[in-house]
């Protein structure tokens, strides 16, 4: 045992003071950082709470903007006839001023009110248009070499979304497409469209076959008429004289691949054109086809899917070929005289117009509608291009696109 005198200073053993410093090192770095990541969640809260206070204290001025204004134009009022010597007057000139200030003082009121009215008139729509948007997101332009163009409106004024609906999603097997129209049109629609298009926008990756695709559409509607004839009528359910038993939606399922072939599914759904923008390989064909493959199946809704679905196969979409898909509402568009609108034609003279892009198309198209039916027409309208701008497509495996169809 080593003994030391009382107040001796103890020899440190070597290497201990070095690792005592080290500890002491890591300590004050620990603390520093510790401190340092204390400081800036609370900097962080302090920010919030003052954001959170200043967000108040415009609330705050805002409603005190609201009710002081009024109460400045009342009080304007109420000094002039009781403290004015004037308003004390019979005279017809004392009476006409009276007039003009509770004139001044009502139009200022008036004005108020309707500034308020409008601002959040402003932020309903803004709040519509989002979630409208959300329903019936905007198309991107290009989506796997396609150039991609879209035009829909309702027919309620004021709203974007009606009982048409459509969409464009590129997958692992193709870009697959859906164009629909909703039995009835404007808001009362929606929420058909927005089941229809919810199951769309989830079967597209899942199902690797259209037939799967458009089961997947019928469950999903069904389901959503189930549900609503459950809210409208508790008691009676999904029966045959329910109004919600005779909704029904048409569709169209397209499915382009990647080499260009066009797969298709129809439930009573107008078939799409072709626009070629030149004439056909032989002459015989024109710019604008119309392309039939037969009858379509039926609607979604009223009768169930057969068991067999019988995809066809359209052929091939050649670089700068397009198609275009619309709904009902187009061709059943009037004029004046009951007219309905020419599609075709309309089409041959947009296809005309160089450069033909899926923009000018619908540009052309949605002016001569609105010439046609002098204004908005009283259906719902959608109309969407898809052109080919791949750079090559394979033809060992097929035609161009219509040649199987004749």
């Known amino acids: 045992m080593i003994r030391t005198k009382a107040g001796a200073p103890r020899r440190a053993r070597p290497g201990v003071k070095h690792r005592t410093g080290w500890r002491k090192t890591v300590a004050r770095t620990l603390g520093r950082a510790r401190t340092g990541r204390l400081g800036r969640a609370r900097a962080r ?11 108040r204290d415009q609330q705050r001025l805002r409603r005190a903007l609201a009710m002081g204004l009024p109460t400045v134009w009342g009080a304007v009022a109420i000094t002039y006839k009781l403290g004015c010597p004037l308003a004390q007057q019979n005279g017809l000139g004392a009476r006409i001023v009276t007039c003009a200030v509770f004139f001044a003082v009502g139009t200022g009121l008036i004005l108020h009110v309707r500034r308020g009215l409008l601002r959040e008139l402003r932020q309903i729509r803004k709040v519509a248009g989002a979630a409208q948007g959300a329903l019936l997101r905007p198309l991107p332009p290009r989506i796997d070499g396609l150039n991609i163009a879209a035009v829909q409106f309702s027919a309620d004024r004021g709203a974007t ?3 048409d609906l ?3 999603i590129g997958t692992e097997y193709g870009v697959r497409v859906v164009m629909g129209d909703v039995r009835g049109h404007g808001l009362a629609a929606i929420g058909t469209v927005a089941a229809v298009l919810g199951s769309f926008r989830e079967a597209v990756h899942d199902e690797t076959e259209l037939p799967g695709v458009l089961r997947r559409l019928e469950r999903a509607l069904a389901r959503h008429l189930r549900e609503r004839a459950k809210a409208e009528h508790p008691s009676s359910g999904l029966d045959a004289d329910s109004p919600v038993a005779e909704e029904f939606v048409t569709v169209l399922l397209l499915e382009i691949g990647h080499d260009g072939e066009v797969r ?11 626009l070629r923008g030149h004439a056909g390989p032989t002459g015989e064909r024109g710019p604008v086809e119309h392309l039939t493959a037969g009858d379509p199946l039926p609607p979604l809704g009223p009768f169930p899917l057969p068991a067999e679905l019988p995809v066809v ?18 061709e059943d568009a009037r004029d004046s005289a009951g007219q309905f609108f020419p599609l075709a034609a309309a089409l041959t003279e947009a296809d005309r117009t160089q450069p033909v892009s899926p923009q000018s198309v619908l540009r052309t198209l949605f002016t001569q509608l609105l010439g046609h039916a002098g204004g908005l027409p009283s259906d719902d309208v959608a109309m969407l291009v898809l052109r080919n701008d791949r750079a090559r497509v394979p033809m060992q495996q097929g035609e161009p696109l219509a040649h199987q169809l004749k």
């Not at 809260?45 to 967000?55: D, I, K, P």
């Not at 298709?264 to 072709?274: E, S």
């Open 45 to 55: 809260r302090l920010g919030r709470t003052e954001a959170r206070r200043l967000g």
């Open 161 to 163: 979304v009606g009982g």
């Open 166 to 168: 459509y969409d464009v």
């Open 264 to 274: 298709a599914l129809n439930c009573g759904h107008p078939w799409p054109y072709l």
């Open 313 to 330: 196969r359209c052929g091939h979409l050649l670089p700068g070929e397009a198609l275009f898909l619309h709904t009902d509402g187009v």
